[in-house]
């Protein structure tokens, strides 16, 4: 049950705000941001035979793979103590009232979220334990007051389907401008991202085929629907808490609804750490905030997000 910050500092003696706790979040949060975008540094720029700008994703050298280890390792630490300090201060500062989200309280959600995080990166999975630890620590987090991060039912719900719909047509004419602009600037299609889902699933479905045994059937059924539910349900929705729900909802605070919207795409395109897809990307990402902002709610930009993944997972 929450209580009001003066409630709990009368019943706990706990302190006025939990210095110590927050700078530990904000270490741990800076560490989370600086192993997403570190990847840049990994990837390899070749020209095609069109002579056309290639950008791939190669392993680190061993000054990258030392740097990536020491914010692996500080990031730990970090986590680590921002969790001691939350049993020694009763975690204060997940378990106070507040009435709009601070910057804080998304390096406390990052906190939560960063070693998730590591592990997939480190295993190099689908991301399915990242994806629900998003959407879990978003819900506990903000139990009883889901609308700071706009987790509640959208408004004008009679009218969402239609607009998923139009906006599904939109993003497809957003993503072709994406394109253009990449061909323009002489850079090539190739993801490895796209490549990886797509191959993901291939493999899954040319195994499920070719399979003579039960077993193997099984197992690659199992691994295609592992995907299509890391793409297609829990991806959108970790996505959409942390951009729409926390950043969008903070920029708005600042730098007003159209530069929030603007400034959250730019970090939803980087965050994927994918150079050819970054125009349509950050064109979708916009999408998606208009969504956020018309709707007044995340589960309006989920429910877009959720839709397209579907349908590229299926048909594309």
């Given amino acids: ?30 560490c989370f941001w600086s192993t997403l975008f570190i990847r840049f540094l990994f990837i390899e720029v070749t020209y095609t035979d069109e002579n056309l700008l290639r950008f791939r994703e190669v392993p680190p050298d061993d000054l990258e793979a030392l ?20 049993f020694t201060e009763r975690f204060y500062l997940e378990r106070r009232m507040i009435h709009r989200l601070r910057w804080v309280d998304l390096a406390i959600f990052c906190s939560w979220i960063y070693v998730p995080w590591l592990i997939e990166n480190i295993y190099n999975t689908r ?3 990242f994806f629900t630890s998003c959407v879990i620590v978003g819900l506990c987090l903000n139990r009883k ?3 700071l991060i706009g987790f509640h039912a959208p408004i004008k719900k009679t009218l969402l389907f239609f607009a998923i719909i139009f906006a599904f047509g939109l993003i497809q004419v957003v993503q072709s401008v994406g394109i253009y602009i990449n061909s323009y600037l002489g850079i090539d299609q190739y993801s490895d991202r796209e490549n990886s889902i797509k191959n993901s699933y291939q493999m899954n479905t040319d ?15 199992s691994n295609a629907a592992l995907t299509f539910l890391a793409v297609c349900l829990l ?11 926390y950043l969008q909802t903070l920029f708005t605070h600042y730098v007003g609804r159209i530069f929030s919207v603007i400034l959250t795409a730019l970090l939803f395109s980087l965050y994927h ?24 709610s995340v589960w309006a930009a989920s429910a877009l997000h959720m839709f397209m993944n579907m349908l590229f997972s299926l048909f594309f």
């Avoid at 929450?2 to 706990?14: G, H, V």
């Avoid at 195994?207 to 059924?221: K, Q």
């Avoid at 750490?273 to 007044?296: N, Q």
């Fill in 1 to 30: 049950m929450f209580i009001t910050e003066s409630q709990y500092q009368k019943l706990t003696n706990a302190p006025e705000d939990s210095k110590y706790r927050a700078v530990f979040a904000w270490m741990t949060m800076i």
């Fill in 67 to 86: 740097l990536c280890l020491m914010l692996y390792i500080l990031g730990f630490l970090t986590f680590s103590l921002f969790v001691i300090f939350g």
């Fill in 127 to 129: 991301m399915i334990l």
């Fill in 145 to 147: 007051r889901f609308r």
């Fill in 207 to 221: 195994a499920t085929m070719n399979a003579f045994s039960s077993v193997s059937s099984s197992s690659a059924s």
């Fill in 235 to 245: 991806a959108p929705i970790a996505e959409e808490i942390l951009f729409r729900g």
């Fill in 273 to 296: 750490v994918d150079v050819a897809s970054f125009f349509p990307l950050f064109f979708t990402g916009i999408i998606f905030g208009i969504f956020r902002e018309v709707f007044k």
